[in-house]
T-cell receptor, first 113, second 112 residues
Framework: DTGVSQNPRHKITKRGQNVTFRCDPI?????LYWYRQTLGQGPEFLTY????????KSRLLSDRFSAERPKGSFSTLEIQRTEQGDSAMYLC???????????FGPGTRLTVT | GENVEQHPSTLSVQEGDSAVIKCTYS??????FPWYKQELGKRPQLIID?????GEKKDQRIAVTLNKTAKHFSLHITETQPEDSAVYFC???????????FGTGTRLTIIP
């Protein structure tokens, strides 16, 4: 499978716990985006990497959220001290150098109880 | 920042008829407008896109039109089929390297 992959697909956690998600972009895509999607809404931008550099962060990304892309390949999104409001689908997308199109992964559905 | 509005929120169409979904955007600097189809529990799938230097683009039964002056763009699906049933999202961005701003989605149901 050469598409964007995300792990885990589902995560149930208790409020206050930390969680980490992983995204593997399409091979050779240098740009990687994280979005969050709540029920009945379109995806909302969280943050964006070009290679290993994090170039933009949304104001939605509170200080409990951190994202990394250490070697310019896969990326991780960590949420510390989870809250019920963090329950959502976390989507990753990637794009190739010079291309507009963004291709999405299947998402990680987070449920905070 | 950019704001994208999408309507209708739900649309039911008889199989074989056409469906039209409309979006408006606020930022005149936006120049790339993709459409995504999302089936239940699946990833958003890019189905067609258009750039600001083009007024219309077609791909088989799907077409997108763009009116930059009015800041609106539309998705047209002809000869609808049951497998077209899904949620459709429009989006806008200011180009390469830029984030997408999405509409709130349209749930399209094709009635057999």
């Amino acid at each position: 499978d050469t598409g964007v992959s995300q792990n885990p697909r589902h995560k149930i956690t208790k409020r206050g716990q930390n969680v980490t998600f992983r995204c593997d972009p399409i091979s050779e895509h240098n740009r990687l985006y994280w979005y969050r999607q709540t029920l009945g809404q379109g995806p909302e931008f969280l943050t964006y990497f070009q290679n290993e550099a994090q170039l933009e962060k949304s104001r939605l990304l509170s200080d409990r959220f951190s994202a990394e892309r250490p070697k310019g390949s896969f990326s991780t999104l960590e949420i510390q001290r989870t809250e019920q409001g963090d329950s959502a689908m976390y989507l990753c997308a990637s794009s190739g150098q010079g291309y507009y199109e963004q291709y999405f992964g299947p998402g990680t559905r987070l449920t905070v109880t | 920042g950019e704001n994208v509005e999408q309507h209708p929120s739900t649309l039911s169409v008889q199989e074989g008829d056409s469906a039209v979904i409309k979006c408006t955007y606020s930022d005149s600097a936006s120049n790339y407008f993709p459409w995504y189809k999302q089936e239940l529990g699946k990833r958003p799938q890019l189905i067609i896109d258009i750039r600001s230097n083009v007024g219309e683009k077609k791909d088989q039964r799907i077409a997108v039109t763009l009116n930059k002056t009015a800041k609106h763009f539309s998705l047209h699906i002809t000869e609808t089929q049951p497998e077209d049933s899904a949620v459709y999202f429009c989006a806008a961005s200011q180009g390469v390297d830029e984030k997408l701003t999405f509409g709130t989605g349209t749930r399209l149901t094709i009635i057999p």
